[in-house]
């Protein structure tokens, strides 16, 4: 069944990427130049590749940086979890990644969560030249949150390598397997799993993004002599003594960069060794002429270093440099130092005697601003020669390059709560829909005119009281005795799509139920997936809870009221993962309902926050206050509270947009904590700044 649905799937793209070819794009070309950048998450980024579909998503032609389609594609063959919308949307400059790209993801897990694990994930790039090396760049970011989410990828084509990243409040940091070759036939897999020093209970881990850049090689032979200079390396014969050759790459593809000898070596010989190992990449032709020099006179010469300046560089990029030379049959130490400078410099030792197998490798260097850097070659540490002598044969320069991504157009936080015009509610019984229950429909003011055929809107999903229980048919109206419906008839208008199920008689909010009628409502409204708004009071608090803890990545934001939840570490858990905003409320005096269910449920929150204090903290020091109003902060981690709870306000009163949790306890009013909470404005501005 699985493979039959990933077939129809591929089908039902290629029928996409077919129609879309025709009509706005060129045909796919090989992807051997530029970047391509896959996001891993919900929001479309201009010239990125989108995979919103954690569980078997795929782009079957990727675009590059230029808007090139390209004969590559990615697929993801074993499945992460769940869409995460926890990363940074404010990552440092220096990583050239928009906040679009950053602030989501998808995570995965080595224990069951949310009914799914999956301790690895496992990607497939397809398409790719074999002849190339490929940059692989990952990011993830998961913010607020004191554990280690350390993420292992590690990639297989023709070689391999492994990297590991932190996302814990990542702002700038990537990582990156470098010049990986893909198979034969143009593949490279990519497994994801924890990292070792993870320390999550259910063994999260991310990713981001990934950036996929073909690396520029350029090959150079230093020595000359009775041997051709093999396909793909640059002969450096033409300069001797002085002068410079433009450089082209391992493919014969010109480049800007050019190779100048300001000191040259003394000479050249041929007592290289003729079998170097295949996998250092230097083959016989240049292992076995190599250029040297020396420190003491030798044939009436005296050449004590060799320098070359390599200009024309990429100022973005930086460079990697590995370094082969080899003197078989020597008596003496031939330690060479090879010394590469631009911005940074760094130096690398190699013992050329008798050597086959060794390289040594300097890296990552970036040029110097003009585009340039410098290799200079001496004798070496532990250097026993007579003569002082030090060698090179080859070299091998690889590019990788550095991209800015273009930002999507900014999203917009706040939306102004109220809206002019009327609405209309209607009652859908039960029966008269494909829905499992009978609702009560509010519609905003525009939402069925042409102007706005193509608008999405907020939808808010209110869930009523046991004392509101009815057939859904002649008892609907009972559901909306409460809650927003009370305020459209005393005149107010919201800017969204406001839904009111009715629970029959005797029965209780059933999440599974509750899903497939939000599956439903998706279906028939134009709605907004941003901004889906879930609230509830009573037994439908309650409901809440039970739904937000199965599917926290759907809302995007909560308003709980005096609900009895249970307070348990998973739901706690996966609030506090997901970032989920709520905004809770249960009065001290209710008899109905204990405020202690709620504390023992912001503790646990808190706790899976990494939380310092207890959410009632500030109120043991201020227990005469009026109201009792705690806001977690997920920078300090601290639970913070003052009789006015003056953290949670703007400067005009309202409270701030960026207040994602909030427990309050007003100190009186029974279990009808909910005709004070919908009546306020605060509220309801809060609810409209919210989205995911």
Known sequence: MQK???????????????????????????????????????????????????????????????????????????????????????????????????????????????????????????GLNPAYGYDLVFFASRMNSPYSFETSYTARGAGGGTALLEPRENLDRFATIRAIRPTASGRITIDVRKGPK???????????????????????????????TPSGWNDTSPMVTSGSIALRTSQNVATPVKLTAVTPFNSVNNGGTVTPAASIGFPPDVARKTAYGNSVAYNGKIAPSAKFD?????????????????????????????????????????????????????????????????????????????????????????????????????????????????????????????????????????????????????????????????DGTTQLAKAGVHGPNRRIREGRQFPAIIITPQQPPGSYWVTSTMNQFVTYLFSAYRIDSSRFYLTGLSMGGLGAWNYLRAYPEKIAAAVPICGPAVATKTTAEKAALTGLPIYAVNNLD???????????????????????????????????????????????????????????????????????????????????AWTATYAAEDTWNWLFCQHR
């Not at 499945?79 to 928009?98: E, K, R, V």
Request: aromatic share 10%; with cysteine; hydrophobic share 35%.
């Open 4 to 126: 039959s649905r990933r077939a129809a799937f591929r089908s039902a793209l290629v029928f996409t990427v077919l129609v879309f070819s025709n009509s706005a794009r060129s045909a796919p070309i090989d992807f051997v130049s530029g970047a391509a950048l896959v996001n891993f998450g919900e929001t479309a980024t201009p010239k990125a590749n989108l995979i919103r579909d954690p569980e078997r998503g795929q782009v079957l032609n990727l675009v590059n940086q230029s808007g090139q389609v390209l004969n590559a594609s990615i697929e993801i063959v074993k499945p992460f979890n769940h869409l995460d919308q926890t990363g940074t949307s404010s990552p440092s400059a220096q990583t050239g990644l928009p906040g679009s790209v950053t602030r989501d993801g998808f995570y995965g897990t080595d224990q069951a969560f949310l009914g799914h694990v999956n301790p690895l994930a496992q990607i497939e790039i397809s």
């Open 198 to 228: 993870n320390n999550t209970a259910l063994g999260f881990y991310f990713i981001g993004s990934l950036q996929i850049i073909p690396v520029r090689e350029t090959f150079i032979n230093f020595g000359k002599g009775d041997f051709p």
């Open 310 to 470: 390599f200009s024309g560089l990429d100022v973005s990029a930086s460079y990697d440099f590995r370094f082969f030379a080899s003197r078989m049959g020597s008596t003496d130490n031939r330690s060479t130092r090879y010394t590469v400078a631009g911005l940074s410099t760094i130096a690398a030792i190699l013992e050329p005697k008798d050597n086959q197998s060794r390289i040594a490798y300097v890296a990552p260097v970036r040029p110097t601003a003009a585009g340039k850097l410098s290799l200079t070659v001496t004798k070496g540490a532990g250097n026993t020669s007579p003569y002082g002598f030090f060698h090179l044969a080859g070299l091998r320069m690889t590019e990788h390059r550095h991209f800015v991504w273009p930002a999507a157009a900014p999203t917009t936080g706040c939306i102004p709560s109220t809206i002019s015009g009327s609405g209309t509610t209607t009652l859908r019984t039960l029966g008269t829909t494909p829905a499992p229950y009978g609702f009560i429909e509010y519609l905003p003011p525009g939402y069925s005119s042409a102007a706005n055929a193509g608008k999405k809107w907020p939808l808010i999903l209110m869930l009523h009281g046991s004392g509101e229980r009815g």
């Open 590 to 672: 209710d008899p109905a309902v204990s405020y202690l269910k709620h504390v023992g449920l912001a503790d646990s929150l808190g706790a899976a926050a990494g939380a310092r204090n207890e959410v009632l903290d500030g109120y043991r020091a201020n227990a005469s206050s009026v109201d009792t109003t705690s806001v977690f902060n997920y920078s300090t981690r601290l639970w913070e509270f003052d009789l006015k709870a003056r953290q949670l306000r703007n400067s005009n009163g309202t409270l701030r947009s960026g207040t994602r949790t909030i427990f309050s306890f007003p100190q009186r009013g029974g279990h009808d």
